[in-house]
């Protein structure tokens, strides 16, 4: 059985840290990367401050997580999907005892009414200096 594929990049999705594109469609599934809160063409990451050598100084956790789910959001809408087809995602912590009861408020915010499966890990690293990074699997209906 061969299923249809298209590859997306959106034009307000953030430049991506790897040679991967922002989404891609299989079938009736359109499969996300990995997303952080990092805004297109800026260098800046939404919520994090970086000290003179750029280790993380600081950083708002829910700054970070409120832009993470726009960049999702916008994606999803240009790849022909809607956040209401959002059917698992996969969250990647930095520090899940310091940001989990934040990220479940926020999550709650964005996701209470669509009811998503949901996996939450923590994760020593990211590729970037971010402390949260989302994984969506959605539907194209």
């Avoid at 059985?1 to 790897?18: I, K, N, Q, V, W």
């Amino acid at each position: 059985m061969s299923l249809e594929r298209e590859t997306f990049m959106s034009d307000r999705g953030p430049d991506p840290a790897g040679p991967y594109p922002h989404a891609k469609r299989v079938g009736d599934f359109l499969f996300i990367s990995g997303m952080g809160p990092r805004k297109r063409g800026q260098k800046e990451i939404p919520g994090v401050k970086l000290d003179e050598n750029g280790e993380v100084e600081s950083y708002d956790f829910e700054i970070q997580c409120r832009a993470v789910f726009e960049n999702i959001k916008n994606i999803l809408e240009d790849a022909g999907s809607s956040w209401e087809n959002i059917v698992d995602v996969t969250a990647f912590l930095t520090d899940i005892r310091a940001d989990f009861q934040t990220f479940n408020k926020v999550y709650g915010e964005y996701l209470a009414d669509v009811k998503p499966t949901r996996t939450t890990v923590e994760v020593s690293r990211l590729p970037t200096p971010i402390a949260v990074e989302l994984k969506v699997v959605a539907t194209m209906e």
